[in-house]
């Protein structure tokens, strides 16, 4: 299966597993970043990004990649407030996922999932959402074990 692995990350933490599997699989990898950066100042990005998710904002993003020749995509996300964060939204609402298959992979500062693997179904038209990957912050010593079972849990 031809990989693509998606994510977005603020702090790296996403990042950090975005490569982790990348390594993993030989997927290749796209930084869903917004056109206009959020701030380093993690404060001021809480902020905006609890707005940007209250109003339903969808951030235009800095570039697209062509979906056409994956069958797979591992989507990164932190969790923002228990959902996705903005930029992910605006990516999975440009895209039609028709016949391909998301396996999301979500950090986190506690939060968990929360209802992010609800909202990526919602968002991702024509897509198989299979399970999701709970990963505390950086994933620690454990990141690349947990991340080869998830993946191979996952048919990967």
């Known amino acids: 299966m031809n990989a693509l692995i998606a994510y977005f ?34 404060n001021t990005t809480e902020r905006q990004g609890r707005k940007e998710i209250r109003d339903g904002y969808r ?32 990516f999975l609402a440009e895209n039609d996922f028709t016949s391909k298959i998301i396996i999301p992979f979500v950090t986190n ?17 024509g897509a198989k959402v299979l399970n999701s990957l709970n990963i505390y912050e950086d994933g620690g010593s ?3 074990n947990n991340s080869a079972d998830w993946l191979k849990k996952s048919g990967l």
């Open 59 to 90: 951030p235009p993003l800095a570039q697209q990649t062509d979906l056409g020749a994956c069958d797979v995509i591992l989507l990164g996300t932190p969790n923002w407030f228990n959902t996705i964060a903005p930029p992910v939204a605006t």
């Open 9 to 42: 990350s603020y702090t790296g933490h996403t990042r950090g597993i975005a490569q982790k599997m990348r390594g993993i699989t030989d997927g290749t990898l796209f930084e869903i970043r917004p056109a206009i950066p959020y701030d380093p100042d993690y």
């Open 109 to 125: 500062g506690g939060g968990g999932l929360g209802h992010i693997p609800a909202d990526i179904k919602a968002l991702a038209r």
């Open 142 to 144: 454990d990141a690349n």
